[in-house]
């Protein structure tokens, strides 16, 4: 199983702990939030063989202002969620919620103010939520499903709609491979990627993806033997110039175990952010022409 986050609050005492996950043969039937400004709580309930099955509430200890149940139908799953992270106290609570399904979108719920954060995945990979919870939900992270076989694809963020087999840009790590050093071509926009892999003394360097415009900078990210990516922040936006309106990554930043490394391009448009296990990276991939126009990660279970 890959644990995905947390957004919010880090850490905590062990009774503001909080997980749901999805037993065998059960489906998410509904969601349960209670909210005003803010997300005070929420409440989950799994479906088997027509008997509903109540998570304990997560979060609470104070009440909002409004409950709200979202009933999912039974070719309905969650397939990703939007919110964002503001400040109650002084402290990191979620101040709103979305909940996208392969059908349509529940919410926002809450007040959306604060920092924004926007995760997709693949339908059916959702096991479960965890995080942080007292008298608000204070963080929160998902579960998706995952075999040491399989790697998950999340995202994409940006251009949604493919191009042709040519825009079509991924890379992964080989095994044994440690990702060595990361080529960005950046200004107002990103506009390529490049990968440098090493297994023992041995270097190895993708093709360069995107770039069939050039940039104004080049950069390198050069990762220590001990360095692994645990996340990726960055904005989306529409590009400017001479093509202008394009869908297209205007900035990414490369968070590892050890340093935030950037950000490059230009922070501008709508903001993405997705924290994972060290351990768990094994690529990237997305859509590319004249500028990087999505970017998403491959992950497994460390």
């Known amino acids: 199983m890959l644990r995905l986050g ?12 909080w997980s749901f996950q999805l ?3 059960h489906k998410l039937a509904k969601i349960t939030i209670d909210y ?5 709580s929420l409440m989950f309930t799994s479906k088997c063989r027509g008997v509903l099955h109540n998570s304990t509430k997560a979060g609470g200890w104070a009440g909002g202002d409004t409950v709200t149940e979202i009933n999912l139908h ?21 101040t709103s919620l979305s909940f996208k399904t392969n059908r349509r979108t529940h919410g926002p719920f809450g007040c959306a103010t604060g920092t924004a954060f926007s995760i997709p995945w693949n339908n059916g990979s959702l096991v479960g939520f965890y995080g942080l919870a007292g008298y608000y939900i204070d963080g929160i992270g998902v ?16 251009k949604t709609q493919g191009g042709g087999p040519q825009n079509v840009w991924s890379f992964q790590l080989e095994r044994y491979h440690h990702l060595k ?41 050069i990762f220590q033997c001990d360095e692994q990516i645990t996340a990726i922040n960055g904005t989306h936006a529409l590009s400017r110039g001479n093509y202008a309106g394009l869908p297209i990554i205007s900035s990414i930043s490369f968070v590892t175990n050890k340093r935030t490394h950037g950000p490059f391009g230009n922070v501008r448009g709508t903001p993405f952010t997705v924290p994972w296990g060290i351990g768990s990276f094994v690529g990237f991939y997305g859509l590319a022409g004249y500028y990087i126009d999505s970017i998403g990660v491959y992950l497994k279970a460390a």
Not at 6 to 17: C, I, L, R, T, V
Not at 75 to 87: A, L, Q, R, V
């Open 23 to 25: 037993q065998s043969n």
């Open 6 to 17: 947390k957004w919010g609050k880090q850490s905590a005492s062990p009774q503001n702990d």
């Open 143 to 158: 579960y998706l499903k995952d075999n040491c076989e399989e790697i998950i694809k999340v995202g994409t963020w940006g």
């Open 181 to 221: 050093k990361i080529t960005i071509d950046h200004g107002d926009l990103i506009y390529s990627l490049m990968f440098t892999t090493q297994c023992g003394g041995s270097t190895r360097t993708t093709s360069k993806f995107g770039g069939w415009n050039g940039g104004q900078t080049c950069s390198e990210v």
């Open 74 to 94: 039974d070719d309905e799953n969650i397939i990703g969620i939007t919110g964002t992270i503001g400040s109650r106290g002084g402290n990191p609570v979620v």
């Open 36 to 40: 005003g400004e803010l997300i005070y």
